[in-house]
Structure formats: structure tokens, C-alpha cells
């Protein structure tokens, strides 16, 4: 596996992490996106309460939890209404022992911010998972029967290093026969 010796938010360590600013009450719109190839991670935010409103840029019906994990090139916008005080965001490697990531929501001059990003309550409490999300009416596909049935198998070459699909690289891929407006 390779170890990294940081994770960052918005390009920051933890050290010198990014500073989210609010006010009490207010309510504020986040993009969290996943932009590594290698590690997933589980992202709550010190007491609150996170509303997901589209995953991977499609609305969703609206569902409440307290963490979710991002996969690899994937992005869940969510909301909040900002607490009184500083809380911890945090991003935590899901499966690795390593670094967290964390940034900072700042709303007032008071600090109850987690001292480890492992230890927001919030990441152990409810997580989001496929089964809760459903698209919003606009974004619905009608019920009909599928036109065309596709097997991928997705594997990795080279110790782990080379991603396959059906057993080729990107490089070695044959087309697939899709029209547009199948549905597959």
C-alpha cells in the first residue's frame, strides 16, 4: 500500500489547516470531493449535522446523517447550519492508519474544536450509505426495461498499480457498442 506522509483539505495539513467562516446559525453549502486514486475517506464535521443534497453531481432527495464516506473521484455536496463556536472538519483515511486531514469551521472566538480528528463523535455515529440516497424528481430516469446488458470486471495489474477493466488497461480497451439513448 503506499503511505502518505499528509492528507490535506483545500490543499492545507492539519497544521495549518483551512478556515471555514460562518456565522451562528448560518446556513453553508459544502463541496467535498474526493480528488485522490488511492484512499477513500470518512468526513464528518464536529457537531453538526450534515444534509446531502447531490452525490456525484446529481440531486438526491434530501437525507440527513452525521458522516459519509467519499470514494476515489467521488463528490456528495451537503449542507449545514453553522453551530456557535470552532469545530473540527474531519477527513479521515477510511481503512489506513494514517494522518487524518482536518480543517476548521470557525463561527465565533470560542474553541471546542477537537484536539485529533479522530475523535469527532460524528464519525462513529450515523454514515451514509448507497442505500440511503435517492434521486431528487428532476433527475429520476423513467422505469423501462434495459436495452442492452454490459459485464464489466474491474481488477488491478502490476502488484496493484495498473487498473483493468475486463482485464485490459485503458490503453488496451475495446469499445463498447452503446447508442445513445440506450438504456444499459
Known amino acids: 500500500d503506499v503511505v502518505y506522509p499528509g492528507h490535506l483539505i483545500n490543499g492545507k495539513l492539519p497544521t495549518d489547516p483551512i478556515t471555514v467562516s460562518a456565522k451562528p446559525g448560518q446556513r453553508v453549502k459544502l463541496r ?98 448507497y442505500a440511503d440516497l435517492s434521486p431528487a424528481d428532476a433527475v429520476r430516469l423513467p422505469m423501462r426495461t434495459v436495452d442492452k446488458t454490459l459485464d464489466l470486471t474491474l481488477g488491478m495489474g502490476r502488484g496493484g498499480r495498473e487498473w483493468l477493466l475486463n482485464g485490459k488497461t485503458y490503453a488496451e480497451h475495446e469499445p463498447m457498442e452503446i447508442t445513445q439513448g440506450d438504456r444499459v
Not at 450534515?50 to 473521484?73: E, N, Q, R, W
Open 32 to 129: 467535498v470531493i474526493n480528488a485522490g486514486g488511492d484512499t477513500a475517506y470518512r468526513f464528518a464535521i464536529q457537531g453538526h449535522t450534515l444534509k446531502v443534497t447531490h452525490a456525484d453531481g446529481y440531486a438526491t432527495s434530501p437525507v440527513m446523517t452525521d458522516a459519509f464516506i467519499v470514494g476515489m473521484g467521488e463528490r456528495y455536496d451537503v449542507e449545514i447550519t453553522a453551530g456557535d463556536g470552532t469545530f473540527t472538519i474531519a477527513a479521515i483515511p477510511e481503512g489506513k492508519d494514517a494522518p487524518a486531514a482536518s480543517a476548521v469551521l470557525r463561527t465565533s472566538r470560542s474553541s471546542n474544536a477537537a484536539d485529533d480528528p479522530r475523535s469527532v463523535p460524528e464519525l462513529s455515529k450515523r454514515v451514509l450509505t
